[in-house]
């Protein structure tokens, strides 16, 4: 995985690892009505905690090229004043104005130690920002800009997506403000590693092109309303690292909205819905992920885990890395009991039931 935001202004990018496959990736990425197609359908949406999620539209047919050209443009013109530019002393990235309170949501990454940013928006207005909260194991921060009369943009609910559904990213690629590109969802609940060991479940894939400075920005729908977060690119091994076309991923907008709801709330998380072994991990030369260190009272150390035992599998399912362990563990909720197969100092091996936690903001 490489990320595809902060744009550096001439730095290098850097590099993460892929959860799976041969892939890498790049990581990048108000009740109004909004903008549709003609002759839509709202889909039903259930209540979801944090931000107000709206309803995401279903296409009832395939219309004519300028029907969907209109509603392109609309889409465009509905949303652009939603999405700024956010400039740190690291580069630059993208945001999403969250309410009319001056509330921003971008990408952690975007945001890395800074506490002050420049935010302009597409109409040229300048701000300055200050940091509101940090949420890195999905990579997501708010920012606040006070006195400034900013469009909030509509949320969809991101669970009603399906392959196939038209997308839009809009945002700040390579320092171009207010950029946009096209595509479809690829394909959802993808689950991605970003190179600093942080592991992003229920991802949304698209074919639209996601470039450095496109991260925090908004991938949005027909309706003009907002189902993701642009993170991160591909890039194929192949190629020499070189850009993969038509791959790039999104932190679904059902995600952004509960943890960006709860740092403007109180300024931090305390409901992530993550899963927490409470064990930090090291790789071992031989295999398997080693415990460095286990948290006291925590869920692997009531369930007998200690220091110096590895990892060598979940469920039966092998781990021969600490990333692995933590993709494994992306994949289940704060409650869930999972059976963790180790190899103690001594060389014994046992596998011990587990009951994991909530991962702490």
Known sequence: MVRVGPFGRGKPLALAAVSAGSVALLVACSS??????????????????????????????????????NAYVSVVKHVLPSVVQIETDAGLGSGIVLDGQGDIVTNDHVVASATSFKVTTSSGHQYTGSLVGTYAPDDLAVIHVSSAQLTAAVFADSTK??????????????????SVTAGIVSAVGRTVSEDNGVVLPDTIQTSAEINPGNSGGALVDLAGQVVGIPT????????????????????????????????????????SGRAYIGVSLADSFGGGAVISNAVPGGPGARA???????ITAIDGKSTTTSEAVRVALAAHAPGDVVQVSVTSQDGSQRTVPVTLGQLPG
């Open 161 to 178: 997506l399906e392959v196939g559904d038209i997308v839009m990213a809009i945002g700040n690629p390579l320092g171009l403000q207010s």
């Open 32 to 69: 109004s009505t909004a903008p549709g197609a003609s002759g839509t359908a709202k889909r039903a949406t259930p209540a979801v905690s944090g931000i107000p999620l709206a309803s995401i539209p279903a296409l009832s047919g395939t219309g004519d090229a300028a029907a969907l050209q």
């Open 232 to 271: 991160l690119a591909a890039t194929d091994p192949q190629l020499g690292g070189g850009a993969a076309p038509g791959i790039g991923f999104a932190i679904p907008s059902s995600i952004v909205a509960k943890i960006a709801g709860q740092l403007v709330s109180q300024g931090h998380v305390t409901q």
């Open 304 to 310: 007998g885990l200690q220091v110096g035992d590895t």
